[in-house]
């Protein structure tokens, strides 16, 4: 009998930037993925959480970024575009409902 073990997680080593634009009520983050391509990439976007996966073969990179004040969650208007190499979001803050 034979089994497949699940990926590795790696820690996260591709360079990352995280803006919080107050003003402008948006977090903007880029990531320089490169070699990966965007089907290496998954991205998920909860009220109060962000994780960017990048999985090549049997490496998988995981990085959750929560930067966020207490009193703001993510709103609905995100993009993410994914441009030779480089990942960028960018994620509408809102105040947080209780």
């Known amino acids: 009998m034979s ?3 699940p990926p590795e ?3 996260f080593p591709y360079p990352t930037q995280v803006v919080y634009d ?3 009520d948006r977090l903007r983050i880029t990531v320089d993925v490169a070699p990966a391509t965007v089907d290496d990439l998954t991205v998920e976007a909860g009220p109060r959480r962000l994780r960017i ?3 090549r ?3 998988v990179a ?3 970024v929560t930067p966020l004040p207490r009193g703001l969650a993510f709103g609905a208007d995100r993009e993410g575009v ?3 190499g480089v990942l960028t979001l960018s994620l509408e803050t809102v105040p ?3």
């Open 3 to 5: 089994s497949t073990s």
């Open 96 to 98: 947080r409902r209780r």
């Open 9 to 11: 997680t790696t820690s």
């Open 22 to 24: 107050g003003p402008a």
């Open 82 to 84: 994914y441009n030779n």
């Open 57 to 59: 073969g049997d490496d």
């Open 53 to 55: 996966t990048v999985a």
């Open 62 to 64: 995981e990085r959750t």
